[in-house]
Every structure is written in structure tokens, then in C-alpha cells.
């Protein structure tokens, strides 16, 4: 059940904010969405892998309610979206810190 809100409420919020994001500017108004690509990819890639672990954890549920014990490639599948979360957000930390580096030393606003 759980599973199923997260991957429900995530893909909802990914739809939601493609629509945000995609909107264009209005004259005299001012952009939506003020990041840049990176920035963008690196949201709908931890959006995305968050979708996949509510999936792979409602598989998982159903899984074992039907047959009473784990499944492995489930298991392993859970962890292997596990990493990807956790990589995710490792990365746009670390891309998020060597954008404001880059723009201290260049002597520009982040």
C-alpha cells in the first residue's frame, strides 16, 4: 500500500512540475523555473528512481503476501534502487557545490 501512494504521489509531482517548468514566461513576467538543465535532470532523476523504489516495493509486498517469503531479485532490486536514490542525491549535492565554487572563483552570484 505504501508502495503504491509513493509511486502514485511521486509520479503525480513529476507530472506536476513538468507542466511548471515547461510553462513559458509571459511578457513583463518572470521565468517559472530559474535553474539550468543539470539542475532539472537531477530532480527528475531522483523523482524518477524514488517512483521505481514505491514500485519495486509494492511488487515486493505483493510478492510476498502471495507466496509468504521474499523474493531475491526483488530484494536485489529494492537495494540496486536504494543505491540510485542515494547516488542521485549524492550527485547534485556534489554538482550543486562545484557550481557555487565555479561561480565564487569567477566572481558571479550563484
Not at 508502495?3 to 514566461?25: D, H
Not at 536485489?76 to 547516488?87: C, D
Not at 542521485?88 to 556534489?94: E, H, K, S
Amino acid at each position: 500500500v505504501i508502495g503504491l501512494l509513493l509511486s502514485g504521489g511521486i509520479g503525480t509531482l513529476a507530472w506536476k512540475l513538468n507542466g511548471f517548468v515547461r510553462q513559458p514566461v509571459l511578457p513583463g513576467g518572470s521565468p517559472r523555473f530559474t535553474g539550468n538543465q543539470e539542475v532539472l535532470t537531477d530532480m527528475f532523476l531522483l523523482l524518477g528512481s524514488l517512483c521505481a523504489f514505491g514500485l519495486v516495493s509494492l511488487f515486493m509486498g505483493i510478492y510476498q503476501v502471495r507466496h509468504g517469503r521474499k523474493s531475491r531479485l526483488l530484494m536485489f532490486l529494492f537495494f540496486l534502487v536504494l543505491a540510485a536514490i542515494v547516488g542521485t542525491g549524492i550527485m547534485a549535492v556534489l554538482a550543486a557545490q562545484a557550481s557555487r565554487a565555479a561561480a565564487a572563483a569567477g566572481g558571479m552570484a550563484p
